[in-house]
Structures are given as C-alpha cells and as structure tokens.
C-alpha cells in the first residue's frame, strides 16, 4: 500500500536555528513529489515542487532534497523565523494511477 | 496564476440533505480533484478526474460523486450527506509542471 509518513507530527524550536522536515514514502515510483504549507484554518500553499528526475529544489530559505532509492525527501529551513509557524505537508504523486497521497503533516512552532 | 474557487466555504446542514460543493478553475487545466481533511487523519483524497467525462477514485471515494462535464468545472455532491462526512474540504487543481494549486476550503457540518 502507498503511504506518506512524516515524522515528527510536531517541532517546537527556537527562532533562527536552522530545521529539517522529513517525509518517507513506501513505493519509490513516484512522478514527484511537492511540500505545502498550511495555516491554521486556511488552505495549503505550495512551497516546493520537486521532479522525480531531480535532486533538490531550492526557493529562498527553503531547500527541498529527494532521494527516491530510499524513499525520502527532506525540507530545509535555514534562519527560522516566527512566520514560518505553520503545517508542513508532502505530497507524492504516483504517475502510474495519477493518484496524490499526503503525509499528515508536521506542526512547526519557531519561539521568538 | 492559477485560481481556484469552492463554494460554499461554509455549510451546516443535515443528515440526508443533497448539497453540491462546486469547484471552479480559471485556467483551463485538465487534473482536478477533491480532498477531504480530518484532525489525525490528513488531506486524503476522494475524487480526481484528468479531462473532462473523465473521473477516477481516490482513497475515500464512498458516499461522494463528482462530474466533469465541463474542464472548469468540477463539482462535488453528497447525495446523502452523513454526520461521518463533516469535514474540511479543498479542491485542487495540477498546473504547468504539475504543481497543484489549491482552493480556500469548504468546511461542511452535517447534523
């Protein structure tokens, strides 16, 4: 069975220090794979979008690695800031079926 | 840039009550699905159709319909809403790259 795990379901750390989400996947044929954020009670925002062709995707502070093989990608986040309090959710794209699975997301909590 | 619009973003309503979520995207694009949130268990998804006449099942497809008559439109019916179905519900969309784009969200309460 297809699943999206993300671990740890919640991080509190204090702001300015750099951070790594984790997202694993089971089945490693994936078309690709994307990171969103969710405010409380809003909808989800697409940070990253990365091809399985590729290695990583990098916007601004944030910096998103894939490595099918081991069925892992990894969200970075450099200089934490409180803004960035929020859900952090993967989602994997299976292209052999079209479906999308979704981890259950990391509540991220950056101290001022 | 894509948009995409659900409405109602609101409704409470009750058992047994047909209501339709419509879905609506400004850009023509050919994927569009549905997704369901809940505490604990995640965005899994219901629906998702890749053209128009085309509509597939996703993960949590039981007491749900969708229609794809038209590519922008891509509304969800409940035909007989339960209590088990209140829920937080996003439509998303698969732009350029296929990156997808999502809705506000549409919170449904069913009594």
């Known amino acids: 069975k297809q699943e999206v795990t993300q671990i740890p379901a919640a991080l509190s750390v204090p702001e300015g220090e750099n951070l790594v989400l984790n997202c694993s996947f089971t089945d490693s044929a994936i078309y690709n794979l994307q990171w969103f954020r969710q405010d409380p009670g809003k909808g989800l925002t697409s940070l990253l979008l990365?091809?399985?062709?590729?290695r990583e995707q990098t916007s601004g502070r944030l910096n998103a690695s894939l490595d099918k093989s081991s069925g892992r990608s990894t969200l970075y986040i450099a200089a934490s800031q409180p803004g960035d309090s929020a859900t952090y959710l993967c989602?994997?794209?299976?292209?052999?079926?079209?479906?999308?699975?979704f981890g259950k997301g990391t509540r991220l909590h950056i101290l001022p | 840039e894509a948009q995409v619009t659900q409405n109602p973003r609101y409704l409470i309503t009750v058992t047994g009550k047909k209501l339709t979520v419509t879905c609506s995207q400004n850009m023509n694009h050919e994927y569009m699905s549905w997704y369901r949130q809940d505490p604990g268990l995640g965005l899994r998804q219901i629906y998702y159709s890749m053209n128009v006449e085309v509509t597939d099942k996703g993960d949590v497809p039981e007491g749900y319909k969708v229609s794809r008559k038209e590519k922008r439109n891509f509304p969800l019916i409940l035909e007989s809403p339960s209590p088990n179905q209140t829920s937080l519900y996003f439509c998303a969309i698969l732009g350029l790259g296929n990156e997808q784009f999502f809705g506000p969200g549409t919170r449904l309460t069913v009594l």
């Open positions: 990365i091809q399985s062709s590729q």
């Open positions: 989602a994997v794209e299976y292209g052999r079926d079209d479906k999308i699975i």
